[in-house]
């Protein structure tokens, strides 16, 4: 599903069809959240920083993307 056509999607009164539009958000706001993380981290964040940021713990953030 592209991006563009996920507001269409949200809007419609088909189950399947919103649900599908759930799954790319997830998807895309997971994509977004990496590259946010990465970028906090490139830039000498603490995990710390990134956790309080996103609203959860230093150690469930590190523990996602610290690998």
């Given at each position: ?9 949200l ?47 230093r ?9």
């Amino acid at each position: 599903m592209e991006t563009g056509d996920l507001s269409e999607h949200l809007r419609s009164h088909d189950p399947a069809v919103g649900l599908r539009a759930v799954g790319a958000l997830h998807r895309l706001a997971a994509q977004v959240e990496a590259a946010a993380v990465a970028r906090a981290r490139e830039q000498g964040w603490s995990w710390e920083q990134i956790g309080d940021a996103l609203g959860v713990s230093r150690q469930s953030v590190h523990a996602k993307y610290g690998k």
